[in-house]
């Protein structure tokens, strides 16, 4: 062989597995923004970033990338839905302390469990931990936060009637709820707004398709990953997430926070918040 040939040989492959290094280490860690505007009974605009699925992850030291994002976007509120924690190591609870603290210094923070807060008895002392940083859980309840009504069901309930019985005026309220397989019940349950996370995106997302490979609960090729759905009088948006759970690499599917301004439904700007619904936009 030539020593051209044999650079070739060399080049090539070591060219290939940088650019996919590069991609994957792009997909994991660029955290994208996506915004939504949501016609809403509120009196004003309301200003709402979700976090979904943060498994313990850090996005720079002390969760700064994530955090100086979420400042940038001036919240009302910030909402958790669930999955801040992969598992109850003190790695995974630290991250989620100090990110919850810096957080709720800025904007009220309100927190739902997901199924791995659920996992093991180590939510209880979790969840005072998380009111001691500033956050406001909700286990099958409801707070009112800028005029808006939060309801939160418990990561444990999804598969119950809990969702149908402790909120007041669900048409009324934001419900704040991990798993988005469950729009059915939400929808039956009358709320006018759901927030989930959970699927991941689908994990590997087939490019211009919006389609996911995988999601827990709905398996392959999952209907509900991303993006905002309807069911009767129920809207819901779902955020992509932050970390990864079991599977550990995202494709074509980058960390997602989401955005949500809540625009009075007697305001003219109520019916762009409608257009603006159908085609969601990412930083």
């Known amino acids: 062989m030539t020593a051209w040939q044999i650079a070739l040989v060399v080049v090539c492959p070591v060219t290939a597995a940088a650019i996919i290094a590069a991609l994957i280490w792009l997909n994991n860690n660029l955290i994208a923004v996506t915004r939504y505007n949501v016609p809403f009974k509120t009196e004003r605009e309301v200003k709402i970033v979700q976090i979904s699925d943060l498994h313990g992850k850090s996005f720079g030291e002390h969760n700064n990338r994530l955090i100086s994002k979420v400042f940038a976007l001036r919240p009302d509120a910030v909402v958790i839905t669930g999955d801040l924690i992969h598992e109850y190591s003190m790695k995974n609870i630290l991250v989620a302390l100090r990110t919850v603290a810096v957080l709720s210094a800025v904007a009220p923070v309100i927190y739902v469990s997901g199924n791995h807060e659920m996992r093991n008895k180590?939510?209880?002392?979790?969840?005072?931990?998380?009111?001691?940083?500033?956050?406001?859980?909700?286990?099958?309840?409801?707070?009112?936060?800028?005029?808006?009504?939060?309801?939160?069901?418990?990561?444990?309930?999804?598969?119950?009637?809990?969702?149908?019985?402790?909120?007041?005026?669900?048409?009324?309220?934001?419900?704040?709820?991990?798993?988005?397989?469950?729009?059915?019940?939400?929808?039956?349950?009358?709320?006018?707004?759901?927030?989930?996370?959970?699927?991941?995106?689908?994990?590997?997302?087939?490019?211009?398709?919006?389609?996911?490979?995988?999601?827990?609960?709905?398996?392959?090729?999952p209907k509900y990953t991303s993006g905002i759905h309807r069911v009767k009088d129920t809207e819901m948006i779902i955020s992509r997430g932050l970390g990864n759970s079991e599977f550990p690499v995202r494709l074509f599917n980058r960390p997602e926070i989401v955005m949500i301004t809540l625009v009075p439904k007697s305001c003219a700007c109520a019916d762009e918040g409608r257009e603006f619904n159908k085609a969601k936009k990412s930083d």
């Open 122 to 221: 180590g939510y209880r002392r979790f969840k005072a931990a998380l009111t001691e940083e500033g956050a406001t859980v909700l286990d099958n309840s409801e707070t009112e936060v800028c005029g808006i009504t939060f309801a939160g069901l418990n990561g444990a309930s999804n598969k119950n009637d809990a969702v149908f019985n402790f909120s007041k005026d669900p048409s009324s309220a934001v419900l704040l709820a991990h798993m988005p397989h469950h729009i059915e019940r939400y929808a039956r349950a009358g709320y006018a707004l759901v927030l989930c996370g959970h699927a991941h995106g689908g994990q590997w997302r087939i490019p211009f398709t919006g389609r996911g490979i995988y999601a827990p609960g709905q398996g392959l090729f």
